[in-house]
């Protein structure tokens, strides 16, 4: 199982950025996929999940209204579109997904840093 992010960068507040994760190694398509993101000195959080159909999808409150996640289940890929970013958002962002309580998997992240 592969999750590989990219997409990151340094933007200016108030610009946008898309992040990508490709997959390989499972059935994409039966699985819930999530961002995480975690800021230095922070915890991990959770940003966005999206349910294996796309149908539902739920955000942090930080980010609602200027983040959106979305799939392609024929492409293995989950995508976090960003927009209207803050410095705030400035952290390394990770695709997971959890198939079970002890079953999950983390890509490796990609750094993306809001700045003047």
């Known amino acids: 199982v592969q999750l ?6 340094l933007v200016q507040p108030g610009g946008s ?3 990508s994760c490709a ?3 499972f059935t994409f398509r039966r699985y819930a ?3 995480y993101r975690q800021a230095p000195g922070k915890e991990r959080e959770l940003v966005a999940g999206i349910t294996s159909t796309g149908g539902s999808t739920n955000y942090a409150d930080s980010v609602k209204g200027r983040f ?4 392609d289940n024929a492409k293995g890929t ?13 952290a390394v962002y990770y695709c997971y997904t959890r198939w079970s309580s002890s079953i999950y998997y983390w890509g490796q ?3 993306v840093t809001v700045s003047s």
């Open 4 to 9: 590989v992010e990219s997409g990151g960068g």
């Open 17 to 19: 950025l898309r992040l």
């Open 23 to 25: 997959t390989s190694g």
């Open 33 to 35: 996929m999530s961002w």
């Open 68 to 71: 959106t996640i979305s799939r």
């Open 78 to 90: 989950v995508y976090l579109q960003m927009n209207s970013l803050k410095p705030e958002d400035t």
């Open 109 to 111: 992240g990609t750094q």
